[in-house]
């Protein structure tokens, strides 16, 4: 197969995801909820955590890094609080179902932190937070994942990459703020490598702590801090809420997902959700207006609406026309020929 783009659909993309999911032993519903969650950030734009994970995750599923049979086990219930233990699964749907609680038990509650422990990598965690901000509510996600982060002025990562998304609602589509607090993401860096591009400058270090455009260096090395000693003073404090308080692993533990060698081990990612909602702390009235007013005022200020032209996944239209990346899409149809799933009409196997 050539590294030609594949032009598909979201609902074909994420058939075919869940098949391959399907094929390592991930129960259907499950299956389908991490694959169309692929597809609808690949929709997004956001390609480093779309449909180049998928091939990643078949390969841990294979090779025993993630346990396609794990459930949701609730190990403490305080109301509105909720610890589960994520048994080595697929970080999507885990986390989806988290979100799912988190709301539920913010209405009765109005507030409510979820967390997963022991869990794998769940891609864009914006994706959960506009769950909770399309119920009304505000949200906010944190993850941890592999070290990449060196303590500033340091040589040696430390922290993860520390994402975290939160999420408003207010008016027709809420605003969604979801980023990493590293200068890029270790999926934007894996890429980049796919795709044989060097990086810009500043975004990472190779492991001996210099400054490299070198992706694959930089995939067995650093990235930046976003802002400096700022990013890093926040990165700790994610890795603190995240990794030290929720566990099992601190990010110098944690199997990385990009890493081949690293397939076969146990991520032990953590997970951690927070739904507030609106009303319960309105003190004085008019939460609701006030909140599309901020919205309505980045625009009348000249400036972009975080998550603007995201679509919440529920209401993705599956015949969306989505393009996969050539090199993406040829690595997902040879796990296609090896699984024995079928390939839809219009891609073509790598041994054609």
């Not at 305080?78 to 048994?87: C, I, N, R, S, Y």
């Not at 996600?141 to 993860?160: E, K, M």
């Not at 990013?231 to 890795?239: I, M, N, P, R, V």
Request: aromatic share 4%; charged share 20%; glycine share 14%.
């Amino acid at each position: 197969m050539d590294n030609a783009p594949v032009s598909t659909t979201v609902g074909e993309a994420a058939s075919l995801g869940a098949k391959l999911l399907g094929a390592t032993g991930v129960p259907g519903e499950r299956a389908h909820r991490s694959a169309w969650l692929l597809a609808v950030t690949e929709l997004w734009g956001l390609r480093s955590h779309g449909l180049l994970r998928l091939p990643y995750y078949l390969e841990r599923l294979v090779e025993g890094g993630s346990n396609p049979a794990a459930d949701l086990r609730t190990v403490r219930d305080g109301g509105a609080t909720v610890a589960l233990d994520g048994e080595a699964g697929l970080g999507h749907w885990q986390a989806w179902e988290a979100a799912g609680i988190a709301a539920e038990r913010a209405r009765t509650h109005g507030i409510a932190a979820v967390s997963v422990a022991d869990s794998g990598h769940c891609g864009s965690l914006g994706l959960y937070a506009m769950r909770l901000a399309g119920a009304g509510l505000v949200g906010l996600v944190a993850s941890n994942g592999p070290a990449a982060i060196a303590p500033w002025g340091g040589n040696r990562p430390l922290v993860s990459t520390s994402p975290i998304a939160a999420a408003f609602p207010a008016g027709e589509r809420p605003v969604v703020v979801d980023l990493a607090l590293s200068a890029v993401t270790r999926g934007k860096i894996a890429e980049h490598a796919a795709s044989g591009k060097l990086l810009e400058e500043g975004w990472a270090l190779d492991a001996g702590g210099r400054p490299t455009t070198d992706p694959d260096a930089a995939l067995a090395g650093m990235v930046a801090p976003a802002g400096g000693a700022k990013g890093f003073a926040l990165a700790l404090l994610l890795e603190a809420l995240t990794g030290g308080m929720v566990g099992p692993k601190l990010s110098t533990e944690v199997a990385d997902p990009l890493a081949h060698a690293a397939a076969g081990r146990k991520q032990g990612l953590s997970h951690l959700i927070v739904a507030i909602d609106v009303e319960t702390l309105d003190a004085t009235g008019g939460a609701p207006a006030r909140l599309a007013e901020l919205r309505d005022g980045v625009e009348a200020a000249g400036g972009r609406v975080p998550g603007r032209n995201r679509v919440h996944p529920d209401d993705v239209n599956p015949s969306e026309a989505l393009q996969i990346a050539g090199p993406t899409a040829s690595a997902i149809a040879a796990w296609a020929e090896r699984m024995e799933v079928a390939l839809p009409a219009g891609w073509t196997s790598p041994s054609a």
